[in-house]
């Protein structure tokens, strides 16, 4: 199903029992991420979405963790699989390899197609303004939350932040957080190897003076994950949202700059970044478990604040795993497992461990056919986009289910040879990183933990795995149910 709103995601969670209405008055200054943290690591009973509807000093209720669990995860993106959103695009990427030979060949591929077409909608009229605020917009009146004891400030967490390419006009969204400084600016954290940070420095390079930006806080939820999605550069977030939802997303010219934003969006926040204006911004409790180091950014000045009626805000909070954003980005290890599988066909699967926050650990396993396979496919890895961060490639053989990440480390504490079989290389991390001796680049590590062969330098005989003969297997589950602690 595809969302028309925020709205409506909410009251499907509040019909599946998914999320608590919590009337309590509560502060937005560290007390909501409190509470919010303790719902993220408590048991599936007690980890649902909050609405927080009495924040002390407002009128505007917090939406957190709505993304918080598998389950609801699932029900953002409209299904209740992702894995079968997964499938549906290895069908799709099927489609330079579909022959047309007969009718039945175009009957399958019409509506693989169709399900591509869904590109943006432009309206004239959307919810996001029923409110148009100009001279009077202001921060003042929303409840940004103050995360941790040594944020720099309050931080504005899910925000969708619309640029432009300058040169060919493209759109690129991203999810940058946005320090609130005063009731009319806020930093810009887009880090430097993210595409709102290349559009930045575009506008620099053929010398305008200021980026036309807008930020959409509360969308519909398949919205708010692609924003996040580790794109190509220069494809459409707003048309890979369409594809997801299986329809077109309306967008609606801003009032003050000329950028377009999702037409049901709750809040949004019009303005500029002047190139070349700087602020300190930061610390912040960063999904790290640490507080990124203050550094200086951008400045996004505020020309409008446009709303919807009674808006609802939406934040989440970030910090030692597992939260909210834990389940983004495994919805996205799903959702992009298919290219990879594209571009590398000998991989199996994929695992990104929680504990090491997206960037830091991937667990692969691969159909290995020939002698250093494991080794080409970490280079491969850390040559594509956003996974160049990656500090810690694990490689295993075909029949090791990364899932159970038990399993992966058994093979590599038993499997490997640390001069053979790990490797070392220098290249970009992270700008989150604070391990590494330099900012955004440093040291990251490959193991090999696959079968080795004599071609790979094996000359002692590699040992079978002790694994029960079938017929004992079989049995013993004949008669597992008469023996007393099977029941």
């Known amino acids: 199903m595809a969302f028309y709103d925020l709205r409506e995601f909410i009251k499907l969670l509040e019909e599946r029992d998914l999320l608590w209405r919590i009337s309590t008055p509560v502060d937005c200054n560290l007390e909501i991420t409190e509470i919010t943290n303790r719902i993220c690591k ?11 509807e009495n924040v002390r000093g407002y009128d505007v209720p917090v939406l957190i963790n709505a993304f918080g669990s598998k389950e609801r995860m699932a029900l953002a993106l409209g299904t209740d699989d992702i894995e079968k959103k997964a499938d549906e695009l290895r069908e799709i990427l099927r489609l330079p390899s579909i022959s047309l030979r007969t009718k039945g060949d175009l009957l399958h591929l019409i509506p693989l197609a169709k399900r591509m077409i869904n590109f943006p909608k432009y309206v004239k009229k959307a919810p996001c303004q029923e409110v148009v605020l100009t001279d009077e917009a202001s921060l003042d009146k929303f409840p940004i939350l103050t995360c941790w004891p040594e944020d720099g400030g309050p931080f504005i967490t899910l925000p969708l932040v619309f640029t432009r390419n300058p040169q060919n006009g493209k759109r690129n969204v991203g999810m940058y957080r946005l320090q609130k400084y005063d009731s009319k600016t806020t930093g810009m954290h887009w880090h430097l190897h993210k595409n709102g940070a290349e559009n930045y420095r575009l506008h620099r390079e053929m010398g305008l ?10 969308t519909d939820p398949v919205l708010t994950y692609a924003a ?29 700059v000329d950028v377009e934003v999702p037409a049901t969006s709750e809040i949004v926040l019009e303005g500029y970044v002047k190139i070349d204006e700087l602020r300190r911004e930061g610390p912040f409790g960063d999904h790290t478990g640490y507080y990124s180091l203050a550094d200086d950014y951008p400045v996004f000045h505020i020309t409008a604040i446009t709303h919807r009626h009674n808006p609802i805000y939406a934040a989440t909070i970030v910090g030692k795993p597992p939260m909210e954003d834990c389940y983004i980005a495994q919805a996205t290890e799903r959702l992009f497992l298919p290219f990879l599988q594209q571009l590398f066909p000998e991989i199996v699967d994929i695992h990104c461990p929680l504990e090491g926050v997206f960037h830091n650990c991937m667990m692969l396993s691969i ?44 093979r590599v504490f038993n499997n490997i040879d640390a001069r053979r079989d790990v490797v070392l290389v220098d290249g970009p991390l992270d700008v989150l990183d604070h391990a590494s001796p330099m900012a955004n680049w440093g040291t990251k590590m490959g193991i090999d933990a696959t079968k080795k062969w004599p071609e790979e330098g094996q000359k002692r005989t590699w040992p079978n795995e002790i694994v029960m003969s079938r017929e004992i297997q079989e049995l013993v589950d004949k008669k597992w149910g008469e023996f007393p602690f099977a029941k």
């Open 42 to 52: 408590a048991g599936p009973k007690k980890n649902k979405a909050l609405l927080f």
């Open 209 to 218: 003076d200021r980026l036309e930006v807008a930020v959409a806080i509360g």
């Open 228 to 256: 996040t999605a580790p794109l190509p550069k220069d494809i459409d977030e707003m048309v890979f949202a369409g594809y997801l939802r299986q329809k077109s997303v309306e967008l609606v010219k801003c009032k003050t």
């Open 367 to 410: 159909k290995k056919s020939y002698p250093q396979q494991a080794k080409k496919i970490m280079h491969a890895i850390w040559g594509m986009g956003q996974a160049m961060f990656t500090k810690m490639l694990i490689v295993v053989d075909a029949h090791v289910d990364v899932q159970d990440e038990h399993e992966v480390w058994w």
